[in-house]
């Protein structure tokens, strides 16, 4: 992942953080099992973001950009 990519995901991770800490203390029941989604759910979201970026930009620097085409006014 580039820089970023990696200023972007601390920026989205760090409100997300937050809020999840947020919602653990509003639960009076103590409900471990939406929790345990809620965390499962971040854990996975979190992997098949990193995934797909690294994906894009290892693609994205094999593609060599294409000339642009002269053009034909005259």
Avoid: C, E
């Avoid at 990696?6 to 920026?11: E, S, T, V």
């Amino acid at each position: 992942m580039g820089t970023n990519s990696f200023i972007f995901f601390g920026l989205l991770l760090i409100p997300l953080i937050a809020f999840l800490i947020w919602v653990i203390r509003q639960d009076k029941k103590k409900n471990y099992l939406g929790l345990f989604f809620l965390v499962l759910g971040v854990i996975i979201a979190s992997y098949t973001i990193i995934r797909l970026d690294s994906n894009f930009l290892k693609n994205k620097q094999n593609v060599k950009p294409a000339a642009p085409k002269a053009s034909s006014f005259k």
